[in-house]
């Protein structure tokens, strides 16, 4: 299992910004896909973004354009910058690693930042 600990959530009001991290306690460079999910209260916990192992983004369509997701693997580091923030994205925030190594399937995830935007 990989560790995943994730900073840089708080209280924000609308139009704000904030950047959220995820640190990782090793390598993820070989790791395929690391996300971004988040879970509102009573509802299901949903992707916000991925990006691959070569760096290629993914965005569900409620964040495009205000949201940038960024992978750094020399220091096992996956970033969220959030822009133009929202009422609508008050979630807590998840980082998850996926993909294959050495012949086992990750799926980890960590614990859990909280995101509250004040409108």
């Known amino acids: 299992q990989v560790h995943l600990v994730e900073s840089g959530g708080g209280l924000v009001q609308a139009g704000g910004s904030l950047r959220l991290s995820c640190a990782a306690s090793?390598?993820?460079?070989?790791?395929?896909?690391m996300g971004w999910y988040r879970q509102a209260p009573g509802r299901q916990r949903g992707l916000v973004a991925s990006?691959?192992?070569?760096?290629?983004?993914n965005y569900a369509d409620s964040v495009k354009g205000r949201f940038t997701i960024s992978r750094d693997n020399a220091k096992n580091m996956v970033y969220l910058q959030m822009n133009s923030l929202k009422s609508e994205d008050t979630a807590v925030y998840y980082c998850?690693?996926?993909?294959?190594?050495?012949?086992?399937?990750?799926?980890?995830w960590g614990q859990g930042t909280q995101v509250t935007v004040s409108s």
């Open positions: 998850n690693l996926q993909g294959w190594y050495e012949g086992r399937w990750y799926n980890d």
């Open positions: 090793g390598s993820i460079a070989s790791f395929n896909r």
């Open positions: 990006v691959s192992i070569g760096g290629s983004p």
